[in-house]
């Protein structure tokens, strides 16, 4: 018998995550019928929305979430023992699947390449960025793009991928190591938010002529001071609002409306799930094409041990990765 130990969400969240929230359980898993397989995890992943998402679980469900997983036992000759395989079996070490919503690696998968990349630059975020960018934004040479949350999973690829296409890319970070990344990365211009005097006069100088796309993934204040900076006709992405997930007091109030309506704004919230198929598989294999000719760029924030998912997760929220998260099983 093999026993899964699980994550679960003991107590709904109110502010910021403690260990207090969650609660490792372990369950012993029965024999495999015809079809299934045995999975056991070797990455996983931990991502902002999780914060979100946690509000439609049950106190007790385990916290969801995406793995690279081996096949260890198998009775499904789709999945031979030993094929790596993409799944969403959430915060768990070994799960039972029927083969329906495993996802195997693209056949060009190089070797030198890190298997946790299928859960980043090549997998949800790279794809979240990819999408965001090129459909919600409709970025092209020669439009200036602004990211902010830049040095993270998504914004990271973002900005990178706007250089390919032509566009002049800002990008705001968290510290100052994080900014010397973007600018290795090849932003234009990066900064520090939480070190200079004025955001509205730093974006002033960045762009003086305004900002064609702004690619969101932090929301609130910062939003407000950047949409009335956005050229006539700009778009706008919402990806994420990693400022006010974990807020105990009222929202800020939103952008002021006469902007949006008379510069002719459009802005679009988005889910990465929303592009399936041929689009999806073609995203993909620009996003690995680019990783393996050196055109983008990487940074994984690795922590070991399956026990600090917990530690992980809140980490994030709080700004201590460089790039991706991952959790080493």
């Known amino acids: 018998m093999v026993r899964a130990k699980s994550w679960t969400l003991k107590k709904h969240f109110e502010g910021y995550p403690t260990n207090s929230n969650f609660e490792m359980k372990t369950v012993e898993l029965p024999p495999l019928k015809n079809g299934e397989v045995l999975l056991e995890a070797l990455f996983l992943t931990v991502d902002p929305y999780m914060r979100v998402a946690a509000k439609r679980l049950k106190e007790g469900d385990t916290m969801m979430g995406e ?165 006539k006709f700009g778009r706008i992405a919402l990806c994420g609002a990693i400022s006010t997930y974990n807020l105990t007091r009222p929202l800020p109030p939103g952008p002021p409306p006469e902007v949006i309506i008379y510069q002719q704004l459009r802005m679009e919230g988005f889910i990465v799930n929303r592009w399936q198929g041929e689009v999806r598989q073609k995203a993909l294999k620009d996003l690995l094409k680019w990783v393996t000719e050196g055109k983008i760029q990487y940074n994984e924030h690795i922590t070991e041990g399956f026990e600090n998912m917990p530690a992980a997760f809140m980490g994030m929220l709080k700004g201590d990765n460089l790039g991706k998260t991952i959790v080493k099983a």
């Open 67 to 231: 793995q690279v997983a081996r096949v260890v036992e198998s009775k499904n000759s789709a999945f031979p023992t030993g094929t790596i395989v993409s799944v969403s079996s959430g915060w768990t070490t070994h799960s039972i699947s029927d083969g329906k919503q495993l996802e195997t690696l693209p056949e060009e998968w190089p070797d030198t390449l890190p298997l946790s990349l299928r859960l980043g630059t090549v997998g949800m975020t790279g794809l979240t960025a990819y999408f965001g960018l090129l459909d919600i934004c409709g970025a092209k040479g020669g439009d200036t793009v602004l990211v902010n949350a830049a040095a993270g999973a998504v914004g990271s690829v973002v900005g990178q991928i706007a250089k390919l296409k032509g566009c002049k890319v800002v990008g705001a970070a968290g510290s100052d190591d994080k900014v010397a990344y973007l600018k290795k990365l090849g932003f234009d211009v990066a900064f520090n938010y939480k070190t200079i005097e004025s955001l509205e006069e730093t974006l002033k100088k960045a762009s003086p002529g305004g900002y064609d796309c702004y690619f969101d993934n932090v929301g609130g204040e910062f939003s407000n001071v950047v949409i009335p900076q956005m050229k």
